[in-house]
């Protein structure tokens, strides 16, 4: 396990399951193998169980008594709820967030950007999470606001989960490219409505992209 040193135990388990995770590695919905993945990472049951509590708590495992521990799966319903509350979150983040923004900053977003829009063209779907990740996160910081910025990080690991989904969308890299324009364009003029309807518009749609793999659930009898 390749960790900074000055993390604990329990916190290099989680980033580790967390890895497995947003790589696809562990996928949505699959069983987690205890004893092959404390091996496989050489540590105990009670810093991997501790990991493990963290993660259920983010929402992004779940807990079985007597089955044991699973990849958190999504409904299409839950799913719908989770992006609805990100694009209601984020566009408040961008409205406070503009304002704020200098040109240094800017350039700082177009490199995020231009880094992101590069991975997608090559498939490189690891390095594609890793930008766009940062890019919303560094959106977040300049918010200044720390309540919004946590709110956002609590919901962000369960993001990446629905991304890895939305990632196998084979069109997503050319309209990155063109959302890439458009967001770089509104930033630079400090247009809030427009960057902020250009940021609903970026989540709504990779919402669609993940939605379109899930059936439309039937509607409960009464």
């Given at each position: 396990m390749n960790a900074p040193r000055h993390l604990t135990l329990r916190e290099r388990i989680y980033e580790e399951i967390v890895r497995l995770i947003v790589s696809g590695?562990?996928?949505?919905?699959?069983?987690?193998?205890?004893?092959?993945?404390?091996?496989?990472l050489q540590v105990s049951?009670?810093?991997?169980?501790?990991?493990?509590?963290?993660?259920?708590?983010?929402?992004?495992?779940?807990?079985r008594p007597y089955r044991?521990?699973?990849?958190?799966?999504?409904?299409r319903k839950e799913i719908e709820d989770l992006y609805e509350l990100r694009k209601t979150l984020e566009c408040f983040a961008v409205e406070l967030a503009v304002p704020r923004m200098s040109d240094r900053d800017i350039a700082q977003f177009e490199r995020i950007l231009d880094e992101a829009v590069?991975?997608?063209?090559?498939?490189?779907?690891?390095?594609?999470?890793?930008?766009?990740?940062?890019?919303?996160?560094?959106?977040?910081?300049?918010?200044?606001?720390?309540?919004?910025?946590e709110t956002l990080a609590r919901l962000a690991l369960q993001i990446?989960?629905?991304?890895?989904?939305?990632?196998?969308?084979?069109?997503?890299?050319?309209r990155a490219a063109q959302e890439r324009d458009e967001i770089l364009a509104a930033f630079k003029a400090r247009d809030i409505p427009?960057?902020?309807a250009l940021m609903r518009l970026h989540i709504s749609d990779v919402q669609e992209a993940v939605l379109a793999r899930f059936p439309q659930e039937k509607p409960a009898l009464e």
């Amino acid at each position: 396990m390749n960790a900074p040193r000055h993390l604990t135990l329990r916190e290099r388990i989680y980033e580790e399951i967390v890895r497995l995770i947003v790589s696809g590695d562990l996928p949505s919905g699959v069983s987690i193998d205890e004893k092959s993945l404390t091996e496989k990472l050489q540590v105990s049951r009670t810093p991997f169980r501790e990991a493990i509590g963290t993660l259920a708590k983010e929402g992004l495992i779940e807990i079985r008594p007597y089955r044991g521990f699973f990849v958190r799966s999504f409904s299409r319903k839950e799913i719908e709820d989770l992006y609805e509350l990100r694009k209601t979150l984020e566009c408040f983040a961008v409205e406070l967030a503009v304002p704020r923004m200098s040109d240094r900053d800017i350039a700082q977003f177009e490199r995020i950007l231009d880094e992101a829009v590069a991975a997608l063209r090559r498939r490189d779907m690891a390095t594609y999470g890793a930008r766009d990740k940062e890019f919303h996160e560094t959106i977040a910081e300049h918010s200044d606001n720390a309540a919004l910025i946590e709110t956002l990080a609590r919901l962000a690991l369960q993001i990446q989960l629905c991304r890895t989904i939305a990632n196998e969308n084979s069109d997503l890299a050319e309209r990155a490219a063109q959302e890439r324009d458009e967001i770089l364009a509104a930033f630079k003029a400090r247009d809030i409505p427009r960057a902020a309807a250009l940021m609903r518009l970026h989540i709504s749609d990779v919402q669609e992209a993940v939605l379109a793999r899930f059936p439309q659930e039937k509607p409960a009898l009464e």
